[in-house]
């Protein structure tokens, strides 16, 4: 997880297109976590983690697994996904990228994951 953070950070004097490519490593990084049911780790990479009670940190990996059944019930299970865009917003430090998912169905989904630039690592909002 740590080189994998560190992969994902970019300096102060970086450039957009380093960040933008930053942003998009972080986003795949946080979807493979999800793709292999890492819920504790893929909780570590939102916004403030260290700030939330240990029980609420427990109670939101346990939300993200229920998300992944729901979310894939009917479509045969999530099987991949791609990151398809991103923006980076006027701050430098938030943005979004756009992923398609694909499921066991062939059927895909497009979503928006935010995400903002803290201490040198780009974080789920």
Do not use: N
């Amino acid at each position: 997880l740590a080189s994998a953070l560190i992969m994902m950070s970019c300096g102060k004097g970086s450039s957009t297109t380093d960040k933008h490519t930053a942003m998009r490593q972080a986003a795949q990084h946080y979807y493979t976590l999800l793709l292999e049911e890492k819920y504790d780790s893929l909780v570590l990479g939102i916004d403030a983690p260290d700030s939330l009670p240990i029980d609420y940190r427990s109670q939101l990996a346990d939300a993200m697994a229920q998300y992944k059944i729901r979310e894939t019930r009917g479509r045969q299970g999530l099987t991949g996904f791609r990151i398809v865009g991103d923006s980076l917003f006027p701050d430098s430090i938030s943005g979004y990228t756009e992923i398609e998912l694909t499921f066991g169905d062939q059927s895909h989904e497009q979503i928006i994951m935010p995400l903002v630039y803290v201490d040198g690592v780009w974080k789920m909002k």
